[in-house]
């Protein structure tokens, strides 16, 4: 019997560096427009946001949906 092993792809990726990638990728107006939340609309930083994020459940699991949602259509490497 084979084993199938499923890759996860947030596996060894810290929250710095997903947000990072976002914002290379759309950069703070889209990435707001695409999750609104306030940290990425109202004066946006890497500190802030990820203070933000890390104390906030829902909105994480937003930002790693977006993520995985990237790399499974193949935008991002």
Same mark, same amino acid.
């Given at each position: 019997?084979?084993?199938?092993?499923?890759?996860? +792809?947030?596996?060894?990726?810290? !929250?710095?560096?997903?947000? %990072?990638?976002?914002?290379?990728?759309?950069?703070? &107006?889209? =990435?707001?427009?695409?999750?609104?939340?306030?940290?990425?609309?109202?004066? +946006?930083?890497?500190?802030?946001? !990820?203070?933000?994020?890390? %104390?906030?459940?829902?909105?994480?699991?937003?930002? &790693?949906? =977006?993520?995985?949602?990237?790399?499974?259509?193949?935008?991002?490497?």
């Amino acid at each position: 019997m084979s084993e199938t092993k499923f890759k996860d +792809p947030l596996h060894g990726k810290t !929250l710095e560096m997903i947000l %990072k990638d976002l914002v290379f990728y759309y950069g703070w &107006e889209h =990435l707001g427009v695409k999750i609104n939340i306030r940290c990425f609309n109202n004066n +946006p930083s890497i500190k802030s946001s !990820l203070a933000f994020l890390r %104390k906030t459940p829902w909105a994480r699991k937003k930002v &790693e949906e =977006l993520y995985v949602y990237l790399i499974e259509t193949n935008k991002l490497n």
